[in-house]
């Protein structure tokens, strides 16, 4: 038998095994084909008007996944077949047969799993596509044809797997000795117990840094580089020593207490762990830090997503608007009115003067800046849900004050005053608060405050003839009815060319959109990916242990256990296994989305609950593969 016989042999054989590793293959290099695709396609780019940067991106990060999935999976075969490899040596079979071997059934395998993803990735284009589209809110047809770049990108990545993986064979095979193989499979990573004063000082670090990660969580708008440093520091430091000593230790405290007699349940679940206490604490450290990760990054950019609407008209409250502009405002209307758009158009005077907002916690602060004053009476008959403040005071509305990471900061200063000059002498205004959204788009001039339109007046008659005083015209327009905004926003186009910085709902909307979308359309998929490896990679780990417990099997069914009683020991390890990191995981992507969350003003608690909730689902399933499978390994040993 030739050894590409053997190998063909080999994969019938070990197909149970490979099946979900399989799956993982092709769904990620099909999805790294969907995203090459959609990077050489003009006519999505053209429909989409995205760079292609970001789909690059999405390509890279996928191949880093990739990457660090089959070199981890393929560690857990190797070792899996450690004791297959040392019997081909024992033989007389060279290591240099053996590496071909193994090389040639990994170049085989990974070659089915390219041509299936080509075939499959090809199919789902069109799928894809349409998601896509759907998300940035945009109809049309789009057909997507078959991407011969995007095959041999995907080819390049199959063959960079395969470079990678064969190494690793290699290195495998060569360095190991016999005794290594047939003891691979059976040698502990502890041999004995931590030291007590050592591991209780290191596991309440391991606590308290992560509670100090947590902490710094909700200050991180302040000093924002070093802040996040150091929580993402604490975090990482803290995680680790969870997993490799604050467990541990509280499983050594555990068979103490019960002075090393577990019983069943506990000898199946807790003690698995403790043999193999560095493997797993390794695996799940890492899976809980990227868990958290994937989560984080799911949340934001579905929160991005969630609060386009939302946040969009709280930065322009009007449709469109039109500055010191009459005769365009009015030809806008009549071809809005040509059209047979219903309009709602009313007219807002406003003041825009120079002044010191002052800041009572800094006496020193005295920066100038322009000021629009608008009067509440007539921004009410617009539509506007205010109420009219007192004469001689404002309120200041800032739509984008939180995204400079100080609102609470901010909000101390008020109340506060307005300083303004007027022909050598100085006139106060009271400042009673801060709203954080724009009561006029924001590309209106100056820092809006609304007051009465009595105090605008007298502010006009104070200020009028210094150098900075300026009246300014706002014609706004509300459509009645939303559908009809695109065309509405297509006539505005014509009056903006020589005004950059001209604004209108819908326009900014779409931009935003787009953007929002395409984002949570790479991080869902991408966070799949991620998703199905670090489940697959739990779930390779736990094959291969199930498969080292045949023996213990057979031995409690001698003893006159059953089946449902070894399976309530073998549940609850799984529990710990797949339930400890996802929590933690999820527990480190709360605090995270929280110290983000300066940069989002609506709530993120409603999107990052769906992203959690869907996280959780597919790791579920996972953990169900995992029981399953071992249930047949129990059945089958006391059979």
């Excluded at 500055?323 to 071809?335: G, I, R, T, V, Y």
């Excluded at 105090?455 to 509300?478: C, L, R, S, V, W």
Aim: proline share 3%.
């Amino acid at each position: 038998m030739t050894v590409f016989e053997l190998a063909l042999r080999s994969m019938r054989q070990n197909v149970k095994h490979y099946y979900l590793y399989f799956f993982a293959l092709i769904f990620s290099l099909s999805l790294y084909f969907v995203f090459t695709s959609l990077q050489h396609d003009q006519s999505v780019q053209n429909m989409t008007n995205t760079s292609v940067v970001f789909f690059q991106i999405a390509g890279v990060t996928l191949i880093v996944i990739v990457g660090i999935f089959t070199v981890s999976a393929n560690g857990i075969f190797l070792r899996r077949r450690s004791r297959e490899i040392g019997l081909y040596q024992l033989i007389g079979l060279s290591k240099g047969w053996v590496a071909r071997y193994l090389i040639i059934e990994n170049i085989l395998l990974g070659l089915g799993a390219l041509l299936a993803a080509i075939i499959f990735g090809a199919l789902i284009s069109r799928l894809f596509v349409l998601i896509l589209l759907n998300l940035l809110g945009l109809e049309g047809i789009v057909g997507i044809s078959f991407s011969v770049p995007a095959a041999f990108k995907t080819a390049m990545v199959y063959l960079f797997i395969i470079v990678i993986t064969s190494i690793q064979m290699m290195l495998t095979v060569y360095r190991s000795s016999l005794l290594n193989l047939f003891q691979a499979d059976k040698r502990p990573d502890l041999t004995k117990p931590p030291k007590a004063v050592a591991s209780a000082i290191f596991a309440l670090l391991g606590l308290a840094l992560i509670g100090y990660g947590y902490k710094l969580s909700g200050h991180i708008d302040k000093e924002l580089f070093p802040n996040a440093l150091l929580m993402l520091g604490s975090i990482v430091t803290g995680t680790y020593l969870l997993f490799h000593v604050t467990i541990k230790w509280c499983f050594y405290r555990l068979r103490k207490r019960k002075d090393g007699h577990l019983g069943l349940t506990n000898s199946l679940s807790i003690a698995p762990l403790m043999h193999h206490t560095k493997a797993n604490a390794n695996s799940l450290a890492l899976i809980t830090l990227l868990s958290a990760m994937t989560i984080t990054l799911i949340s934001m950019a579905y929160s991005f997503y969630y609060s386009v609407e939302h946040e969009t008209r709280r930065d322009l409250p009007y449709d469109f608007m039109f500055e010191n502009d009459p005769k365009e405002a009015l030809s806008f209307k009549m071809e809005l009115e040509k059209e047979g758009i219903d309009v709602n158009h009313h007219v807002v005077q406003a003041v825009l003067t120079m002044g010191i907002i002052l800041d009572p916690n800094d006496q020193s602060y005295k920066v100038e800046e322009s000021l629009l004053w608008l009067p509440a009476e007539q921004l009410k008959q617009t539509g506007a849900d205010l109420n009219v403040p007192p004469d001689g005071e404002a309120i200041l509305y800032d739509a984008g004050a939180s995204l400079a990471g100080e609102l609470d900061e901010q909000s101390k200063r008020y109340p506060t005053e307005i300083e303004l000059e007027q022909h050598g002498q100085t006139v106060m205004y009271t400042l009673r608060t801060l709203r954080e959204t724009n009561i006029m788009n924001l590309n209106a001039p100056g820092s809006q405050l609304l007051v009465s339109e009595a105090t605008m007046n007298k502010i006009a008659e104070q200020m009028a003839g210094t150098p900075d005083y300026k009246k300014i015209h706002f014609d706004t327009y509300q459509v009645s009815d939303k559908k009809e905004l695109a065309i509405a926003s297509s006539i505005y186009e014509k009056y903006d060319n020589d005004e950059p910085l001209k604004y209108d709902y819908y326009a900014q909307y779409k931009k935003v959109l787009e953007l929002t979308g395409l984002l949570i359309f790479i991080a869902a998929f991408l966070g799949l990916v991620f998703l199905i490896s670090t489940g697959s990679i739990l779930y390779f780990k736990q094959m291969t242990e199930a498969e080292q417990e045949k023996q213990s099997f057979k031995t409690l069914r001698q003893l006159g256990f059953d089946v449902d009683m070894i399976m309530k020991g073998i549940i609850r390890k799984q529990a710990i296994v797949f339930l400890l990191p996802l929590s933690i995981g999820m527990l480190h992507s709360i605090f995270a989305i929280k110290a983000a969350s300066f940069m989002i003003r609506s709530d993120t608690m409603f999107p990052a609950s769906i992203a959690m909730a869907s996280y959780t689902v597919i790791y579920f399933v996972f953990a169900l593969f995992t029981i399953g499978y071992y249930r047949n390994i129990v059945k089958n040993a006391m059979s």
